[in-house]
């Protein structure tokens, strides 16, 4: 990787996980990949600026050891990330090394300078072409297909190539390995040899597709306040802030566990090494339904934890977002799930005060706002150039300081996400989860996708959500009312609106993640779970007295709840279903 | 061999500032002052020839003309089994009288991280015999967790207490910024509780200099990691993390850093997270429990040092007004011991009983606003007054199946079971005849 040839420099300063470089000879590219000598060892390290013969590098490594006069070598490629078969199932870092690889040379611990081939140069594949001699060819187009796990992995032509090119020789179905050549074309009259695998850098965008179109379909995460109240579309974005422990890591697992997707890519960026063993440990043993695999197998855990080094936390979510579009450039629907993004902001900031940048609010860079911006719009909807359509959905969390959403990481992603899944720390701490606030939180996606939602789920779909949606405001503003004036405060009619609302919320926004049913609904459970609740919604209850009104939605809201635990086609639902029918027709009206 | 300067360009709060060649970062240098004392200092910043320590002992006093010597190599700290029942300096000196360790290795502070590979999943319950922790925030080994408290909470008693039930094989006590009676405390109550001879201590109290706090917690947890890779399970108490914190703003501030909150250094984060994350389950040895604790200036979770915590730790325990408090507290490993290791109503009693406890509150709140009491107040308030005198009593001192039993009890003497929100089989299972 390291052609003496090239680039040299040494280092003349350290400060922190920044060093400055003075270049010995030849030239030197912004966001260059170097590599610093110490003793041994090698570290990786990238240009993040050059003033004259000086650029500064953040090294993806601990520092320690690092002094002036070392010997750094440039290499003249921006980070980038391998693409190929052999993703899925992975466990890397936030540069791409596979961890499973790393671990039985170094012991427990994650020694530096150490990389590792991302992927497998043994493994074979069976490759089947899909283009014949003599055919064009455009950039990112699929020319062949492996089987990875369990679904068509599309071998691609170099994503960044211009112009037309022409099929001079593919190989003939059969066992390869990714750095076999098996096909070669030629453009602009230069003959290329193609393997199985390519590089990409992280920091830019995969753009090889025809348009970009406008999400309308539901992404279904299983998940009712989600999918219900407030629906991410399938190539959209969203975003969980919320206080520490009000619950964005068990939400953005239980999605990653049951979101009807093709591929899932985890980037746990800067948050607890553990949370991540749970799903390393968790996920081979979940079955897919969609393809009686195991979760794994359509899996992708990008995990640079908080201990490990900052530069390669700010580069994690890069790798992830880019692995993400070259799913989607093979027609496929892949959801990344970011956990934290303010983890990111923070590695961004940490960075920009070493180098002395002015800075904006809380000390984040001023291009924060951008950066976040550019990130978000990764995601998308696009129809690639053969017709097929491909979907990255991006759901970030933030970790706002002190819990408090008015501050620079929250308010720049709100600007950029179609949907606002705001965990409030109230709710958390009285055990409503999931913690969304389903007062301040909001989805744009709901409007943008009626037609399908009304299409696909029932006809009267976005009017019956917008009207419980109406009857959780009423209820919320009876409740905080009552705290002043009191229940004898209130009227009847008030106070049945109230246990409505509250219906409402404890057993159908809220869902236990730990209960082998509760915790995942299917869009058709919902459908019928959500009409037979809104009838007791809509219903004009007739009582005598409070305490009537009471005591009947008590008894009600049991019901509703306990059913919430038993499988569709079990009896006890069936029999709950029934009571809960039995006391809607009687409900009030008989006691008159 | 080491290179000696004696000509310090400038001294800035407690960093010195010199010029010099051959050194790297993180490089250990010992200071010898005009006047004979020493101390270690550890460079920080390199620009060229100009280097910058931050001065462990502190700079008060320090003379321009000061000799440091450059030792080659970061700081690092002894190992050896003979460090079990010893007493150690902030700076890792003996202060128990008795001589220095032989034949100790040396380790690395503040090595590297564990791969994620090499962890496992926590599975093993730590009965502490209060309720508060064991029935709605279970511990759990390899957990990191802090007692978040006001100041002058009994927090310290809290930790010695946990740490004297917890059964650890080897105990290791971090005190950061410790008044001298807390540290004596802590002495005692392990000598009486027969866990001195199996505990390690270092011991940075307030009258010590600042920038040596920064050194407890790496060297408490380096030489819980050699002890948890030998497959021994080590508990290490960490007290008061806020003051490590602050001890990091001094520095930062000295270095003339941007902060990003109330003086904080923008990396707060990840260097409190760097220590934390040393609480591990290692695949195939031993393993490293953090109980710490985070005094919350002004009593407010908000600020920055608990906030920052919060989102590192595996949870938190609340004290208070002498209490742990349900709302704020948190166990996040709890749902992988509570009914797979517990009883199997334990998650749904643990539920049903912070939920009624926060309706009990509401109800508080409302009749102390002056409304009328309904019949479901009554209720409500008999099951606050039970709560807190049969759980959230500090002076409570039982095991986890007495106390699930109790919550039982405790429901059906205040509710119906329709009222409790809890699935059907196991409240017919349960619910007291
Ligand atoms: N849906 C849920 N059902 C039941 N319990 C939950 C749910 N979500 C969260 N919790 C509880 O809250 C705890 C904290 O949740 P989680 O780890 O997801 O918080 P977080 O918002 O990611 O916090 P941080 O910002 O510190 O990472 C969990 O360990 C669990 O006990
Ligand atoms: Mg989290």
Redesign the pocket.
Known sequence: MIDSSSTTGHVTGINGNMIVVEIDQGSVIQNEVAFVTVSDMKLKAEVIKVVGKNCYLQVFEDTTGIGVGMKVDFTGNMLAVELGPGLLGSIYDGLQNPLGLLDNKQGFFLQRGQYKDPLSREKTWEFKPVVKVGDKVRGGQWIGEVKENFLTHRIITPIGMHGIATVKEIVSEGTYKITDTIAKIEVNGKVIPLNMFQDWPVKKAIKAYRERIYPEELLITKQRIIDTTFPVARGGTAC?P?????????????MSKYSSVDVVIVVACG??AG?VVELIHEFPEITDPKTGGSLMDRTIIICNTSSMPVAAREASVYTGITLAEYYRQMGLDVLVLA??TSRWAQAMREMSGRLEEIPGEEAFPAYLESRIAGLYERAGLVTLHNGEKGAVTLIG?V?PAGGNFEEPVTQATLKVVGAFLG?SRKR?DE?K???IDPLDSYSLYIEQMESSLNRDLDRDWTKMVSRSRDILRAGAEVGKMMTVVGEEGISLDDLVMYLKSELLDFTYLQ????DDVD?ASDIERQVVDFKLLYRALTQDFKFNSKPEARQFFTTLQDKYYQRNYYSPDSDEFKKLVGEIEESLVSGGNSLV | MFKEYTRITNIIGDIIELEAEGVTYRELASITNTNGDTSLAQVIKIEGTKVSLQVFAGAKGMSNRATVRFLGHPMKVSYSGDLLGRIFSGSGQPIDGKPPIENAKDTEIGGPSVNPIKRVVPRNFIETRIPMIDIFNPLVESQKLPIFSTPGEPYNDLLARIALQAQADIVVLGGIGLKFDEYIGFRRKFEEGGVMDRTVMFVHTAADPVVERLLVPDMALAVAEQFGIEGKRVLVLLTDMTAFADALKEISVAMEQVPSNLGYPGSLYSDLASRYEKAVDFEGAGSITVLAVTTMPGGDVTHPVPDNT??????QYYLVNGMINPFGS??????LVIGKVTRKDHGPVM?AMIRLYAKALESKKKISMGFEKTETDEKYLRYADLFESRFMDLKVDITLESALDLGWKTMSECFTPFEVGIKKDIVEKYWPK
């Open positions: 969980i919320g206080p520490f422990g009000a619950g964005k890591t068990v939400l953005q697992h239980l948050e607890r949370e956990d934290s969390t970790s965990l958390s055990r989860f999931p913690a869902q236990n993640a730990f915790c | 919060g989102y590192i730790t595996e949870g948190l166990s996040r490993l709890k749902q539920n």
